[in-house]
């Protein structure tokens, strides 16, 4: 038994090291997802305090109006600029009708408000767009298909082109995201206001128009988490499922880091794979469902705070 | 804010008139009126909760006040926001340092200039063309604040990471980067060494000398508040006791009693 736990799974990977880059790539391409997802809540955290419990469910609302539009004869790309357009009007709304109201209500609050939302767009989603699973428009949104195949340490190694292209926008996007939030006006102003409310406000800073910004910022990485995780499987509400997913990656990168979606989301993905491909077996399989969990319980014993999270210090 | 028309130094910049500010049932200020003259140096003293702070907070829109009106440049408001106040030209420090401590200090120098720059989200999301060009006349603007606080060696330095008597100086540094026409200091000088207070006297008087700033002060430091303001106003329990000249104040019965404390 233990030799079945600790020592056979590492003879596998040595054994066939085809096989281990293969389970790899499979996890980085999951883990980038994750991080775009637990990017959306991170965004959000920051700005405003708020765990916004709607993310999952808006990359799934980001999908379906996308491929809604698409459906009612919009040409692919302008579907996408319509979607944004959604996506705007969705932020300024958010702004408008839940967080003004309950500005300087206990966080709790404003986290049940997220779970009203998450039902409310449902609901719309529903209403509008029908429960059935939908297609997403790959192919129309030039995204690639089919695979390419490397010989490499005496095996193949298939790669598929969708997730390479999925780890190559994600990439782009955090990198754009960064530079914007290190180098512009907004940025800064979104900096300003995620470290203190009080003196944003005293240099002329509207927390409306940067909750606004935030969650319209959080809706773009939906929709765009939304498309990739769209092409790989379909769209459906089953999808904010995945949102549950950034849960551990926000506990192992910390709430309030960027970097720490981004490793933490790797982290999990990585781990969930290989831990399901070597472990897997001895239990019956399954564990990928669960393990990411279980890493996070893990690391909340050692560092609360997260990998890259602010340590809070209390003052007695 | 331009269109506003200017007002002339030794006029009324702004007029508080019968300021009254409950928080439930506790009494903050008690129909307090007094102006401040553009130029001027005006200070405000009492011991602690007097509601200066309250003060603070109702002028720049931090609080509303329940009665009593503001007339800012001639024009009385009602309700403000604090981040129109700052469009109007109120900025202001805090009693205990509101800067974003992850943030460098030229970052938070810079974050004071968010209001002057105004080019469009567009040109920011590429960081080029007339946000570049913007970027870089603002960042020259900053780097001289930055030159006449004396604060150069510290330019990279996240805030948080400074002593308090450097981060309040950042502070300063940021208000003064939104090229207030009213500035707010509350207790610039509190749990600084007498070399750092030194300091901070002479940029706040080099502040009224180059800018041409109109400074409103809390301070506890007496020596101080004498030095530098042309006129001090105390306040005690929410009541205005005194208001005048330095020499004036200081030889005001009620003033002594309230800082030495009498048997009433």
Not at chain 2, 126 to 145: D, L, S, T, W, Y
Not at chain 2, 200 to 217: H, N, P, S, V
Request: charged letters at 20%; aromatic letters at 10%.
């Amino acid at each position: 038994m233990l030799y079945n736990i600790f020592i056979d799974p590492f003879m596998q990977m040595g054994g066939a090291p085809d096989l281990l880059v293969q389970t790899l790539w499979e996890g980085l391409v999951s883990g980038v997802l994750y991080a775009l997802i637990a990017l959306g809540f991170v965004l959000i955290f920051k700005a405003s305090g708020v765990f916004n419990f709607a993310q999952g469910i808006m990359v799934v609302f980001a999908a379906l109006t996308l491929v809604g539009f698409h459906e009612k004869g919009v040409p692919a790309w302008i579907a996408v600029i319509l979607t944004l357009g959604v996506m705007y009007v969705l932020a300024l709304a958010v702004e408008r009708v839940v967080l003004r109201p309950l500005v300087n209500q206990p966080d709790i609050i404003l986290f049940m408000a997220t779970f009203g939302l998450t039902y409310v767009l449902i609901g719309i989603g529903e209403f509008i767009f029908g429960g059935e699973p939908k297609q997403m428009i790959t192919e129309q949104l030039f995204l690639p298909r089919g695979a390419i195949d490397v010989k490499m340490l005496g095996g193949r190694v298939t790669f598929q082109k969708l997730d390479i292209a999925a780890a190559v926008i994600a990439t782009v996007m955090i990198g754009a995201l960064a530079a914007f939030f290190q180098y512009t006006r907004i940025g800064r102003a979104l900096r300003a206001v995620a470290d203190s409310h009080k003196a944003a406000l005293s240099v002329g800073i509207s927390l409306n128009q940067i909750w606004a910004i935030v969650w319209f910022a959080a809706g773009i990485v939906a929709l765009i988490t939304g498309v990739m995780w769209g092409a790989r499987s379909e769209v459906s509400f089953g999808l904010d499922i995945i949102a549950l997913k950034a849960l551990p990656v926000l506990i192992l990168g910390g709430f309030t880091s960027i970097p720490g979606a981004i490793v933490g989301g790797l982290i999990i993905g990585i781990g969930e794979k290989i831990a399901e491909f070597y472990w897997g077996p001895l239990v019956g399989g399954g564990i990928e469902n669960w393990i990411a969990y279980v890493i996070a319980l893990g690391f909340l014993m050692v560092r609360p705070q997260g990998l890259f999270g602010d340590k809070i210090i209390e003052r007695i | 804010m331009q269109t506003m028309r200017s007002i002339e130094p030794g006029q009324q910049l702004l007029n508080v008139e019968n300021v009254s500010l409950r928080f439930g049932g506790v009494k903050a200020i008690t129909d307090v009126s007094f102006d401040i003259k553009k130029g001027e140096v005006r200070a405000i003293i009492g011991p602690n909760g007097a509601g200066k702070t309250s003060m603070l907070n109702v002028i720049n829109g931090f609080y509303h006040p329940q009665e009593g009106q503001i007339t800012y440049r001639g024009e009385a408001r009602a309700r403000m926001r604090p981040h129109v106040a700052a469009t109007q030209g109120i900025a202001r420090t805090f009693q205990n340092v509101a800067l974003f401590k992850g943030m460098t200090t030229l970052d938070n120098i810079m974050v004071g200039r968010t209001l002057k720059m105004q080019k469009s989200f567009f040109w920011q999301l590429f960081r080029h063309g007339p946000a570049m060009n913007e970027e870089i006349e603002h960042r020259k603007f900053v780097e001289e604040i930055i030159d006449f606080l004396e604060i150069e060696h510290i330019r990279k330095v996240p805030v948080g990471k400074l002593p308090y008597g450097l981060q309040k100086r950042v502070e300063l540094g940021r208000a003064l980067a939104m090229q207030p026409e009213l500035l707010l200091l509350d207790e610039p000088m509190a749990g600084m060494n007498l070399e750092e207070k030194e300091d901070m006297c002479r940029f706040i008087l080099d502040t009224k000398e180059q800018y041409g700033t109109t400074i409103a002060l809390i301070e506890h430091d007496m020596g101080v508040v004498m030095d530098l303001s042309d006129r001090v106003v105390v306040l005690e329990y929410g009541i205005k006791i005194a208001d005048g000249t330095p020499e004036e104040v200081k030889a005001n019965q009620k003033v002594i009693d309230a800082y030495l404390g009498v048997a009433h």
